[in-house]
T-cell receptor, first 115, second 114 residues
Framework: NAGVMQNPRHLVRRRGQEARLRCSPM?????VYWYRQLPEEGLKFMVY????????ESGMPKERFSAEFPKEGPSILRIQQVVRGDSAAYFC?????????????FGAGSRLTVL | AQSVSQHNHHVILSEAASLELGCNYS??????LFWYVQYPGQHLQLLLK??????LVKGIKGFEAEFIKSKFSFNLRKPSVQWSDTAEYFC????????????FGSGTQLTVLP
């Protein structure tokens, strides 16, 4: 069981470019969460998805950020027209349905650096 | 909305010292409580969790935490730390029975000196 797989691990973008971060949940997990960790801060919830559905996006910035979890393939967090303030570590987590839904398993994170 | 406070940002201990990391949360309802650990360069790993029952929870690697409902606290403890415990520790909470996203504290960096 490979766990939660995130790629790329490191991504460098210039201001104005697009960043795409991918997350493959653990086998058997149908819930995906994205968190952002800014320097010197804890993880902040961004969005919670199930297959083809956004369940809660209350933590997502209103502009430039979007997330999807298609029927096939990984979940994607997309940041358009990146700015320096988007530099952070982006963590994906997944969980099961039902009784296991409260326990999140995290990936290793994708570190975005905006020049 | 819930919030989590970790008052110690950086703790430095010598090996064999005892550890207690503070965690307080604010939320009016029933919560699930978690401690995660992030070793240098690695992903977050679950140390222990509390859902219900015995408020003293034992986790991996000799860690334990006690839920004190009256104090809204879930402090992490270990009687004798090792150099390999050097890591960042995050307390987290979610509302039981509803949305499952976790609210994290800002983390405590533990450095254990050999």
């Amino acid at each position: 069981n490979a766990g939660v797989m995130q790629n790329p691990r490191h991504l460098v973008r210039r201001r104005g470019q697009e960043a795409r971060l991918r997350c493959s949940p653990m086998k058997g997990h149908s819930h995906v969460y994205w968190y952002r960790q800014l320097p010197e801060e804890g993880l902040k919830f961004m969005v919670y998805l199930q297959k083809e559905n956004i369940i809660d996006e209350s933590g997502m910035p209103k502009e430039r950020f979007s997330a999807e979890f298609p029927k096939e393939g990984p979940s994607i967090l997309r940041i358009q027209q990146v700015v320096r303030g988007d530099s952070a570590a982006y963590f994906c987590a997944s969980s099961q349905q039902g009784a296991g839904a409260n326990v999140l398993t995290f990936g290793a994170g994708s570190r975005l650096t905006v020049l | 909305a819930q919030s989590v406070s970790q008052h110690n940002h950086h703790v430095i201990l010598s090996e064999a010292a005892s550890l207690e990391l503070g965690c307080n949360y604010s939320y009016g309802g029933t919560v699930n409580l978690f401690w995660y650990v992030q070793y240098p360069g690695q992903h977050l790993q679950l140390l222990l969790k509390y859902f219900s029952g015995d408020p003293l929870v034992k986790g991996i690697k000799g860690f334990e935490a006690e839920f004190i409902k009256s104090k809204f606290s879930f402090n992490l403890r270990k009687p004798s730390v090792q150099w390999s415990d050097t890591a960042e520790y995050f307390c987290a909470v979610n509302a039981a029975g509803s949305a499952r996203q976790l609210t994290f504290g800002s983390g405590t960096q533990l450095t254990v000196l050999p």
